[in-house]
């Protein structure tokens, strides 16, 4: 079992910056590719980005690259999302998820931080 608690979110003026955090517990955090998502009101829960176990690779959804990055610090257990040069459509609730790394099939995931980006 794995528990994610995601913090830092709030309200930012478009052009403005959030830092995200993700504190992880429970198991051996280096054993998860650790990932961002996010829901929109009224949308599907997407993809924001995603960090190997080792830290050694990083992925990023299309409308996120070059604005967000993530990284990881092992030794905290913790997962960061900086964003920066936000927009109104990216607000939206962030999840913060940990992919087990021998088996997509255990997954687990936060409750949520809200992120609210006025134009």
């Known amino acids: 079992q794995v528990q994610l608690v995601e913090s830092g979110g709030g309200l930012v003026q478009s052009g403005g910056s959030l830092r995200l955090s993700c504190a992880a517990s429970?198991?051996?955090?280096?054993?998860?590719?650790m990932g961002w998502f996010r829901q929109a009101p009224g949308k599907e829960r997407e993809f924001v980005a995603r960090?190997?176990?080792?830290?050694?690779?990083?992925y990023y959804a299309d409308s996120v690259k070059g604005r967000f990055t993530i990284s990881r610090d092992n030794a905290e257990n913790t997962v960061y999302l900086q964003m920066n040069s936000l927009k109104p459509e990216d607000t939206a609730v962030y999840y913060c998820?940990?992919?087990?790394?021998?088996?997509?099939?255990?997954?687990?995931w936060g409750q949520g931080t809200q992120v609210t980006v006025s134009s």
């Open positions: 960090i190997s176990w080792s830290g050694g690779a990083t």
């Open positions: 429970g198991s051996t955090f280096s054993s998860y590719n």
């Open positions: 998820n940990a992919e087990y790394r021998y088996s997509s099939l255990r997954q687990y």
